[in-house]
């Protein structure tokens, strides 16, 4: 099952602007994360969120939480070509398990 | 350790047959996961170890699947009998003790197809 669900799916932009995503969730949580995967590859950890945490940044990157909505963003700031990739968020659940459950993703494209 | 390591990269098979898949996690990670992923979506969890313990199984994984991790070290991944709904990317990953919080670190996956 898939707790996470990203939006939009797909999104296209030039070189420079800011990308935003959106990922909403089910159950309560322990924490959000990001990962990037590009084309067949695995993914790549970006950065973590703990539930009681509302903002975080490292580089260009800025993710929000907001636990009473159930939602998290993350923000892409002056995207380069290099960021195409597919996006997903993945949350541990509070009260079930210990594995991330995932997102379905948002595919970023970045043209130059 | 330059990180998770997953073989073989690809693997073409006949439906019937029987396929296994290796990860060789990071050998400090105490904690394995194996994930599967078709195209368009997401991760989705199949099996968690602790050191040699299977702690947790998904309802996805059919007894035609079966996890291993004897040592506590690599794992493996064996489908039996494979049908073409079994063609998919499969992901392990592995994770050390949550202090620093890195999260998962991913294999680049072992892409299955069942023709």
């Known amino acids: 099952s898939q707790q996470g669900e990203e939006d939009p799916q797909a999104l296209s932009i030039q070189e420079g602007e800011n990308a935003t995503m959106n990922c909403s969730y089910k159950?309560?949580?322990?924490?959000l994360q990001w990962y990037r995967q590009n084309s067949g590859r695995g993914l790549v950890h970006l950065i973590l969120?703990?539930?009681?945490?509302r903002e975080k940044h490292s580089g260009r990157l800025r993710v929000t939480l907001d636990t009473s909505k159930k939602s998290s963003s993350l923000l892409i700031t002056a995207s380069r070509a290099a960021d195409t990739a597919s996006y997903f968020c993945a949350t541990e659940q509070a009260q079930a398990g210990t594995a991330l459950i995932f997102g379905k993703g948002t595919t970023l494209s970045v043209s130059s | 350790d330059t990180g998770v390591s997953q073989n073989p990269r690809h693997k073409i098979t006949k439906r019937g047959q029987n396929v296994t898949f290796r990860c060789d996690p990071i050998s400090e990670h105490n904690r394995l996961y194996w994930y599967r992923q078709t195209l368009g979506q997401g991760p989705e969890f199949l099996t968690y170890f602790q050191n040699e313990a299977q702690l947790e199984k998904s309802r996805l994984l059919s007894d035609r699947f079966s996890a291993e991790r004897p040592k506590g070290s690599f794992s493996t991944l064996e489908i039996q009998r494979t049908e073409q709904g079994d063609s998919a990317m499969y992901l392990c990953?592995?994770?050390?003790?949550?202090?620093?919080?890195?999260?998962?670190?991913f294999g680049s996956g072992t892409r299955l197809t069942v023709v």
């Open positions: 990953a592995s994770e050390g003790d949550k202090g620093p919080h890195y999260g998962y670190t």
């Open positions: 159950t309560s949580i322990n924490n």
């Open positions: 969120i703990r539930s009681n945490e």
